[in-house]
């Protein structure tokens, strides 16, 4: 016979609280008899955490159901102004910023090219303050931002990248700016987070993506766990050894597009979409680059899946273009009898690495937000 649960009645309505709280921000405004159901909790105690939670600011009343049989029952929603979390992806090019709530709906999204030399923090703050500016409920604080940004990123939140080390001195000058925590974070692995949360990879025990932008890059999850390696360089794919490829030289990138460009009478200034959309219409010289990239790309997944065997690898990013994905697909059935492949196509295209800053800093959100509000404040001396 099972124990019944016993403990300190704190601790009962901080769990209790917590389920409520979750439930809300998973499927949105809910009636006491709803919230029974998906918690299990009885009517007085939904009441009673309920009232609990309303009076520390945390939920509010949310209209009224008319839709089930019976006298018509009040709905409760998470409070309008709890606040929001900032989300951003951070390229070669340009800053992607995402306002969202703790239930995880986009409340604004502002999109602007880095002006050449311009200082990228004050850009994203710009941004955010855009973003702030066009929500009625703006009054809520911005507690968190998760950045997705290119390059290495280390466990104290600094980023390696093309210019060297940073020592953690952009999120430290982000936070000072936005007054509230950062996060950095790879914007591959956030991609394989979005997969794995909501898309191709939620089935998946293991996979590797394959995000292909300005570089290649690859997330890798291990028994539903992203594995980020011991110092950040997990993923680094672009530089793997290739035959006849010099040992250090990247294998894709828009260098790398330019010269097989040349090599095949095409212009080197075209961008990879350009020759992406040519291949699909038949031209010759295009379709000879993508079948180029393809096996670099084939051959990248060859060398991570005889170490690491995933299940599968997730296209991203403009691998995941028809012309490209058929390619792969084509060349990875040339080396079937060797090693046998699986590929998927990312469920999210260009935007899985925001998706992943938004599915992550929403997550965040909730997680300080429902701490905050369930942690007793301490009582105060004599």
Do not use: W
């Not at 079948?291 to 690491?308: C, N, P, Q």
């Not at 079937?336 to 295209?349: D, N, P, Y």
């Amino acid at each position: 016979m099972s124990r019944p649960l016993a403990g300190p009645q704190g601790l009962l309505r901080t769990l209790n609280g917590r389920a409520i709280l979750e439930a809300l921000a998973r499927s949105g405004p809910q009636t006491r008899s709803e919230l029974m159901s998906t918690t299990g909790l009885s009517r007085t105690a939904v009441t009673q955490v309920l009232r609990m939670l309303e009076n520390a600011g945390a939920v509010a009343p949310a209209g009224v159901d008319r839709d089930t049989r019976g006298p018509a029952a009040g709905r409760f929603a998470l409070h309008p102004r709890l606040g929001f979390a900032v989300a951003v992806h951070v390229d070669h090019h340009a800053a992607h910023v995402v306002l969202v709530d703790a239930t995880g709906v986009v409340r604004a999204a502002e999109h602007a090219p880095f002006v050449e030399a311009e200082n990228r923090v004050a850009h994203i703050v710009a941004l955010v303050e855009k973003c702030r500016r066009s929500v009625k409920a703006a009054k809520g604080a911005v507690h968190l931002a998760v950045v997705g940004v290119p390059g290495i990123v280390t466990a104290d939140g600094g980023i390696r990248d093309d210019l060297g080390p940073d020592g953690g001195a952009f999120r430290a000058a982000l936070s000072a700016a936005l007054d509230c925590p950062v996060r950095i974070e790879n914007d591959v692995n956030l991609a394989a987070l979005a997969e794995l949360t909501s898309g191709e990879g939620g089935a998946l025990s293991s996979f590797a993506l394959l995000l292909l932008d300005d570089g290649l890059g690859a997330g890798i999850v291990i028994d539903g766990a992203l594995h980020r390696g011991f110092s950040g360089v997990a993923g680094e794919v672009m530089y793997l050894p290739q035959t006849p490829i010099p040992i250090g030289a990247p294998l894709v990138g828009d260098a790398v597009v330019g010269d097989l460009a040349l090599g095949v009478g095409r212009d080197a200034e075209a961008t990879l979409a350009d020759h992406l959309e040519a291949a699909v219409v038949g031209n010759e010289a295009a379709i000879q680059i993508v079948s180029e990239l393809a096996r670099r790309i084939v051959l990248v997944a060859g060398s991570v899946g005889l170490v690491l065997d995933p299940e599968a690898f997730i296209l991203s990013g403009q691998a995941a273009h028809p012309a490209l994905v058929a390619a792969i697909e084509r060349i990875a059935g040339e080396y079937e009898a060797q090693l046998s492949l699986r590929f998927l196509v990312s469920s999210f295209g260009p935007e899985a690495s925001l998706v992943g800053a938004i599915d992550e800093a929403a997550a965040a959100l909730r997680g300080e937000l429902f701490t905050r509000i369930l942690t007793p404040a301490p009582k105060g001396g004599r």
